[in-house]
């Protein structure tokens, strides 16, 4: 029994052997994803993009906008002026905090009325908004004592108070988070397995001997093998958002019709991507292992499991390359913040761009002969 | 372009990672004939088919099919040649009926539909259209095989070892029907490895390691070889053959049935070294006609003698 176990031991090395692609995946991968993933990922996140809306022009504003930017906890990107400013940042996703400064905030506080200040965080992602909302009471408090030398605090009292408003997900509900983010990554494992194997199929399979000796252009290869996963694909979001509107209580405050547009934008991207996957391929396994090499910084660096404000900047970049932190944005937009297209213009552009990117990879890389 | 020749190609050189496959090859066939491409396993036969319909790239050479140019106007080839893979290549789960209907859809044939129930009941399918195509036999699958490159209506075939694997009685019928369809007009290049097919041809050509070795009607072929043939039965044959396999002027010794066939290029040189033996009465001599295969087995011997 011994040597028949051995037999197919070696047998099997020699195989591996010969397949290179495969035998460089699994040393370098997991070198490279370690490294990758244990840079990147930071559950408490830093640098959370924030507004500043100035409801007046005070010295005391202006203090407290440095002392944000002082913190680690805030990247203040922008100073806006009005309500409708600041629900376009926060319906597009461009910030995650608003931090208001009312009229006669100044005046109130050297009269030590404690006023309030309105704190709007977007909690529809409650990990990455949590930790920050307690930081900011310290940072503010910090910055007046230090710039303009008011009384010191006495025991007990404050000089302002912090109003929160967890605006999209008042009970700070993960599962409102994480419904729409499993919508994006179910669809992204899904809609890559059932391209990636396409092309290699016929390669394996002999039969692309027989497609290429017809008269078919690559792109209609392509355009009729991803056609058909568009509808599954639909099928499965559309099973997906109904049970977790019924069972979850996800909202629906958005427009469904252009959830579904974009939905299907997305579907075909991912197609697209794996069509891609199943032309660079040189057999099914070698596809089986691209799509999971790419599967799993879709769920790492795109804002699914941990924030993506979080992330180094570096990590931030390769989060934008991968089109399921588009379609979150878009689904947590749409379902939770009741986002339209003018919010959500850059992320259907962006999920656009990658489709037209991986079709023309695909086109172009698809072996018209047998050479 | 002379109208009547369908395929005219011109030093055709095809290599794979250094090895050549296909080394300086021309030829021409003229249209409606069936033209046998002949040789050895690994001889370039499937290469050079691939070439001429766009399957593959030559590394240098040119020439035109059906007066388009290989190399540039491979789309419009492939829109008029129809061409049988050597291992069975159609959709094995798809069903006759769905196979056929896929390709006359992607050739853009019109009444489709139609033209599929005329294929199927012409090939004989009638009744078995709705079963897979992976559970039919070799003989059928390869009679589904022609049905569908012949369902273009092409004016090229080009057929890679049709009749491997299949036995003699679907392979009888399968070349009455590349004669009918000959006889119609179409022009038909087909390889194979059976001496009895190639003299089914109009012509033949002969490659071995990639070059064209010999060419022309049977007849021709046989003559141009030069091969001198003695025919010998009796006993211990197999105690000759070994002795007269090292004699000088001897280039051939095959046993047939019971008998041996014996040439040489050189018929002087063969009757001086046959001589002592032909004294021996256990054997019986008779002069012969050299036959294709005695012709092949020559030319690749000295194929392989050239590397």
């Known amino acids: 029994m011994f040597g028949r176990v051995s037999a197919m031991f070696v047998k099997e090395l020699l195989q591996l052997q010969r397949d290179r692609i495969t035998f460089a995946t699994m040393i370098a991968i997991p070198l490279i994803q370690l490294l990758l993933f244990g840079f990147a990922i930071n559950t408490e996140p830093r640098n959370l993009p924030t507004a500043v809306l100035m409801q007046e022009d005070s010295d005391l504003g202006r203090s407290i906008l440095s ?3 002082n913190t680690a906890y805030f990247d203040v990107r922008r100073v806006a002026h009005s309500e409708a400013e600041v629900d376009h940042m926060l319906k597009s996703g461009d910030v995650l905090f608003v931090v208001e400064i009312p009229a006669g905030f100044a005046r109130a506080v050297r009269r030590g009325e404690t006023p309030a200040l309105l704190v709007i965080a977007d909690a529809s992602d409650p990990v990455a908004t949590g930790s920050a909302l307690g930081a900011l009471e310290t940072a503010v408090t910090m910055a007046l004592l230090r710039d303009r030398g008011l009384p010191a605090v006495v025991e007990g009292t404050k000089l302002f108070e912090v109003l929160q408003h967890r605006r999209y997900n008042p009970e700070g509900s993960t599962q409102l988070n994480i419904v729409p983010g499993l919508l994006g990554t179910i669809l992204t494992m899904t809609m890559l397995i059932f391209t990636a194997l396409s092309v290699t199929r016929e390669i394996e399979r002999g039969t692309m001997e027989s497609l290429l000796s017809m008269p078919i252009r690559p792109v209609e290869i392509m355009l009729g093998k991803i ?13 997906i958002l109904v049970a977790g509107v019924f069972i979850f209580d996800v909202p629906v405050i958005g427009n469904i019709w252009l ?31 691209m799509t999971f090499m790419f599967f799993l910084p879709n769920i790492l660096l795109s804002g699914f499991m941990f924030p993506f404000a979080g992330m ?3 990590a931030q970049w390769i989060g934008e390359a991968l089109p399921v932190t588009h379609y979150l944005r878009i689904v947590r937009g749409i379902l939770l913040k009741g986002a339209t297209l003018s919010d959500l213009g850059i992320e259907a552009l962006a999920l656009f761009g990658l489709m037209l990117v991986a079709m023309t990879i695909a086109v172009t890389r698809f072996r018209q002969t047998l050479d | ?9 011109q030093g055709l050189t095809k290599s794979f990672d250094g090895r050549v496959v296909v080394r300086d090859l021309s030829m021409q066939v003229k249209r409606g004939q069936i033209y046998g491409f002949l040789g050895p396993n690994g001889s370039g036969k499937t290469t050079t088919i691939r070439m001429l319909c766009g399957l593959l790239t030559p590394d ?4 035109t099919c059906l007066g388009y140019d290989i190399i540039t106007q491979s789309v419009l080839i492939k829109r008029r040649v129809g061409y049988m893979t050597q291992r069975f290549s159609l959709w094995q789960d798809l069903s006759i009926r769905e196979n056929l209907e896929f390709v006359a859809r992607v050739y853009g044939l019109d009444k489709a539909k139609e033209r599929v129930r005329t294929a199927i009941e012409r090939l004989g399918l009638k009744g078995r259209e709705e079963q897979l195509a992976g559970n039919l036999s070799g003989g059928w699958k390869q009679r589904l095989a022609l049905g569908a490159c012949t369902l273009p209506e092409p004016e090229l075939l080009l057929l890679d070892e049709p009749t491997a694997g299949v036995d003699p009685k679907a392979r009888r019928e399968f070349w009455t029907e590349i004669h009918h369809l000959a006889a119609d007009g179409l022009t038909v290049l087909v390889s194979t490895h059976y001496m ?3 003299e089914r041809c109009h012509e033949i050509a002969y490659i071995a390691y990639g070059r064209l070795l010999a060419q022309g009607t049977v007849d021709e072929v046989v003559a141009a070889a030069h091969l001198t043939t003695w025919t010998v039965s009796g006993e211990d044959l197999n105690e000759l053959s070994e002795q007269l396999e090292k004699l000088p002027g001897i280039d051939m010794v095959a046993p047939f049935g019971t008998s041996l ?16 033996f032909r004294k021996d009465k256990r054997w019986r001599w008779k002069p012969d006609e050299a036959t294709l295969e005695d012709v092949f087995i020559d030319l690749m011997s000295h194929a392989e003698d050239n590397f």
């Open chain 1, 227 to 239: 056609a058909p996963y568009v509808v599954v694909g639909f099928l499965q979001a559309l099973l």
């Open chain 2, 1 to 9: 372009m002379n109208g009547d020749v369908v395929i005219d190609v």
């Open chain 2, 60 to 63: 240098s050479g040119h020439g």
């Open chain 1, 259 to 289: 959830l579904a547009l974009l939905t299907t934008l997305f579907i075909t991207v991912n197609l697209s991507i794996g069509y891609t996957f199943s032309t660079l391929a040189g057999n099914q396994l070698q596809a089986i292992q």
């Open chain 2, 196 to 198: 009895d097919e190639a």
């Open chain 1, 312 to 314: 180094p900047r570096w």
């Open chain 2, 261 to 276: 066939h014996v040439s040489g290029r050189d018929a002087e040189k063969l009757n001086r070294a046959i001589e002592p």
């Open chain 1, 67 to 69: 002392g944000l930017r």
